[in-house]
Every structure is written in C-alpha cells, then in structure tokens.
C-alpha cells in the first residue's frame, strides 16, 4: 500500500491559507487528514465535526502529537476568524454583530 499524497485540491487549499496557519506537520505525516480538511474547509459545520473528531477522541486511542493538535486548532480559530464564528473549544457561534 503506497501513502496517501495530498491532492491539487488541498495543494491548492494550502496555498491559499496565510503561512502561519499552513498546518506543515499534518502535510508532512498525515497528508490523508490534509486532503479531509481541504475537502470540509467551505462548510463550518462540518470543519468543525471533523477537526472535533480529530481533536476528541472518543475511542481511548493515542492522541495526536501536539504538533498536529496545535495546528488544527490554528486551523480551526482562522476559519471561525473567516466565518465570524467564535471558537468555544469546538463549539462555535456565529458573531451577531453589536450597534
């Protein structure tokens, strides 16, 4: 079985994120995941879900290394930054704006 390489879509997803959310460890080892956050990336609900899933697991295995953990959680605060969301530890609101 050869490793999963990342897709044009997540290399064209990747470029489009600022570099310092760039998740470079995921890329690197887990291109699989890569490709998934490329693909939910336009859906809040479903970011969310899958970085939550990720994130919390339920199942009593291993976590992630923290490297991995730091970047979905950049990954997961810029895009609730892009969708006026606020990041309740996986939880997130949509902003309702004040006057």
Known sequence: MTPESLLASTQRWISALPVDVQPAAILNTLPHIANELAEH????QALRSYVNELLIDERGKRALPIRISRE???LR??????????DNGGKSEIAVGRA
Do not use: F
């Open 72 to 74: 979905l959680y950049a």
């Open 77 to 86: 605060a810029y895009h609730a930054s892009l969708h006026h969301e606020r």
């Open 41 to 44: 990336w336009e859906s809040a």
